[in-house]
């Protein structure tokens, strides 16, 4: 009898090691079609302005990147309430304020946000460097990848108390960036899809496309559902620090974002069974 109830102890325990081996499985995978989060049935979108406040960014020759970001994501917002009033947003930024990366991310949290999308300008010490990128999480591959990582998540440096807040973690130092080497992004797959959406209609609008990119930003790696970050050109290169501060300019690139996400939610609805 003492052997028996031994026997089936040991056959439990493989059954709740079982369970919870499922269950953590279906954690690190996640749920690619999470839809329709709010009490309206409505799918929610944080647009993200980089920097902000005493945050200026990235400086061109007659612009912050702050600014220009500010005004792009407003235009999104527009465009998306324009085309596909299903969708809900709000910004997580909506004034020239500065912002922490971490905060930005609660905020997304908060909202019970379906997707995150933060739009920045990119920068180079060269002039000649110019056209689109947008980043998910992930190892960075390059050391291109690691320089942008680098120059947005230096904005922690600006915030109080960051030492504690990230964790001495150190957006100047290479060896800080090994921890994204063991990071399971659990919505690879949506980010993907709409980075890929995004970069797709730049390239349709005629804009260099420097492709679709992983890297170590903090401020996606705080979010805790599909998120991009959006580099819409270099503010360092002057014909596109001129185009990227241009009303024509500031419309175009704000709709094909805004198309690439009423697109990607569209997909969603479809794989969810919601038409």
């Known amino acids: 009898m003492t052997r028996y109830h031994s026997h089936t102890t040991s056959y439990l325990g493989v059954s709740t090691t079982c369970a919870l081996l499922v269950i953590l499985l279906l954690t690190l995978i996640g749920s690619p079609t999470l ?22 960014g990235a400086k061109g020759k007659v612009s912050y ?12 917002g527009a465009k998306i309430n324009e085309l596909a009033p299903q969708i809900k947003v709000y910004y997580s930024r909506p004034d020239d304020n500065f912002i922490g990366l971490q905060d930005r991310a609660r905020f997304a949290i908060k909202k019970n946000a379906d997707l995150f999308v933060s739009i920045h300008a990119n920068a180079s010490n060269s002039h000649s460097p110019s ?34 807040k990230y964790e001495d973690f150190d957006p100047t130092s290479s060896e ?8 399971a992004n659990k919505h690879l797959e949506n980010s993907l899809r709409l980075a890929k959406l995004v970069q797709s209609g730049f390239k349709s609008a005629s804009r260099y496309d420097r492709g679709v990119r992983q890297a170590g ?16 050109g270099f503010i360092t290169n002057r014909e596109e620090e001129r185009y990227i501060n241009s009303q024509s300019g500031q419309a175009k690139i704000a709709n094909e974002i805004a198309k690439a996400v009423i697109e990607y939610e ?10």
């Open 217 to 232: 930003f903090l401020v996606l790696r705080e979010a805790a559902m599909p998120s991009v970050l959006i580099e819409i």
């Open 176 to 183: 800080s960036y090994i921890i994204f080497q063991f990071m």
């Open 266 to 275: 569209r997909q969603i609805r479809r794989r969810s069974g919601k038409q």
């Open 35 to 56: 839809y329709a989060r709010d009490k309206e049935g409505r799918f929610i979108v944080v647009i993200d302005a980089g920097h902000g406040g005493h945050d200026s």
């Open 65 to 76: 990147e702050k600014n220009v970001v500010l005004a792009v994501s407003k235009k999104v």
């Open 131 to 164: 056209g689109t990128e947008t980043y998910v999480l992930g190892l960075h591959r390059t050391e291109d990848n690691l320089r942008v990582a680098m120059k947005e998540n230096s904005a922690i440096l600006l915030e109080d108390n960051y030492s504690k």
